[in-house]
C-alpha cells in the first residue's frame, strides 16, 4: 500500500518530460492523497480526473501508463473515464483511452465499456469507428449464450451518453455486412418491442444479404415486420423483394393474379405486397393478412380492387361464405368489377365441400360475363366432381381445360384418377395422361398407380404392364399398391411364376408385399388345386 501511495504521489508531483508545457493537477493530487485515508471510492474518482487532465493536457498514453502503472484499469475506471469523455469533441480522447487501456490491461473491455464507446463514436458522427467497435464486439459475442446482450447493454447505456437512435441502425446494420442476419432480425424484432424502430436503410441491408443467402422465408419476414414498424419500403427494397419471387419462381404467379382481379399490370411494389398478403392468407395467419392489408390500403400501398379481392379470399378461407358473399356484393356496389380470382375462390370451396351444382353454375356466370376461367378453376371443378364419384364430368373438365391449352394440377389429376371406377373412363384418363405428357406433365408414382389399379380392377394385365414399364423408364421408383396390382394381375392371370419374381423384386426394395398379395396368392392356388382335381 505504502509503495502504491508513493509512486500515485511521484507521479501527480513531476513534470512531463518531453513536452513543452507542464500539468497542473490541482485538486485531484489532494483526492488521490487523501484517498488512502478515506477509501476506494475517492481514489476512484481521483484517478479517473487524473487520467482525464492528462488527456487534456496532450501526455502521450505512452507516459500516462508508465506513471499510472500501479493503477489496475478494471472496467468500471474505464467506464467513468469514458463518461468524463461523452460529449461529441472529446469523442477522440476517449477512443485513444479505450484503445490504449485495452492494452495495458492486457484484456479486453467489457460489453458494457464497448457500448458505452459505440454510444460516445455515433454521437459525435465517428460511423467507421462505431461499426469497427461493433464489429469486433459481435465477433467476440458470437458463442455468448443470450443473442441479445449486446443490444440490452447498448438499451441500457443509451442516456448515460444521451445517444442517437442510430446506433441501434447501425448495429443492424453490422449484423447484415457480417452474414450474422438471423440474429440481426431477432435483434430488430427485439428493439421494435422496446419503443424503437430501424430506418429504411437498415431493413434494405438485412433483406439484401438474407435475399443473396437465398433464405427467401426470412426475406419475407424481414419485410412483413418492415411494413408493421409503418417503414415505407423504397425502390431498393422492392427491387430486393421482387428479386426474392423470382428466385422462388412465384413473381409470374402474382403478375397473372393481379392481372385477373385487376386487368391490369401493376407496379412492381404492387405486386410484391399482393404476393406477401397472400403468403400469409396461405399459411393461415388471417388476421395478421387482414391487419396487414388495412395499413397498405391507409398507405395506397396497395391498389383498392385487389385490397377488396383479398379481403373477399380471406373469408372464404375463413369458411364463412355468406360473409365472404357479402363482401363480394359490397365491392360490385362501390363500382369494382367482378374478377375470375374470387369467383375461382368461390368455385374451389363449392368443389371442396361436394356443392358441384354450385360450382357449376358459378362457372357459367363467369364465362356470361366474359370471366376466362384458368388452371386453378378447372381444377377445383376436376377434383370436386372427382370425390363427389362424377368421373365423366370430372374427365370432361379435364378435356375442356386443355382445350384452352391449360394443364391440370396434379393432385386434382390424381384424384380424378384414383376416383375413375368405369374401364372406359380409366382409358380416357391414360389417353388424356399421354397428351398431357407432350405438353410438359409430370404425373408422379401416384398417377401410374392409380392408372394400374384401374386396369387391374378389370383384368387388363397387358395395360398393368405398359405402365410398370413406363414408370420404370421414368425413374418412378414404383410402391406398395403399383406393385400389388402387377402382382395380383399376374396372379389372376395364372402367371405365378411372374407375379413371384416381382414380390423378390419388392422385397428387394424394402417393400413388404400386403395382405392383399398373399390373400390373392392363396385364393388363386386353392382355385388351381380345385381345377387340378
Known sequence: MALARKSILNLLSIRVKNFDHSLSWGPPLAAVTGFFHTGNQTTGEAIVDAICDSFHGGVSWDVLNRKFSSVEFSDLLVEKVLLKFKEPFNAKRALGFFHSSAQSKNSAHGIRSYCLMVHILV???LIMDAQALLESMLKRSSQDSSKFSIVDSLLNSYNDVL??????DLLAQTYAKLRMFEVGFDVCCY???HGYSLSVISFNALIHVVQKSH???????IYEHMIQRRVSPNQITIRSMTNALCKEGKLQNFVDMIDRIHGKRCSPLVIVNTGLVFQILEEGRLEDAMALLKRMLQKNMIIDVIGFSLFVYAEVKLGDLNLALEMYEEMLKRGFNANSFICTSFIGTYSTRGRI????????????????????????LIEGCAKAGRGQESLGYCEKMMERGLIPRLSAFNEMVGNLKEIEDVKQANEILTRLLDKGFLPSEVTYSYLMAGYERHGQLQEVLKLYYEMEYRSLAPGLLAYTSLIRSLYSCGKIDEAEKYIRIMKDRSLNPNEDIYETFSILKRAIEQKAK
Open 123 to 125: 454521437h459525435a458522427r
Open 163 to 168: 445517444s442517437s437512435p442510430f446506433v441501434f
Open 191 to 193: 428493439l421494435g418491442e
Open 215 to 221: 433464405k427467401t422465408a426470412l426475406v419475407w419476414k
Open 357 to 380: 351444382t354450385e360450382a357449376n353454375q358459378l362457372l357459367q356466370e363467369m364465362e356470361k360475363i366474359g370471366l376466362k376461367p384458368y388452371d386453378e378453376t378447372f381444377s377445383f
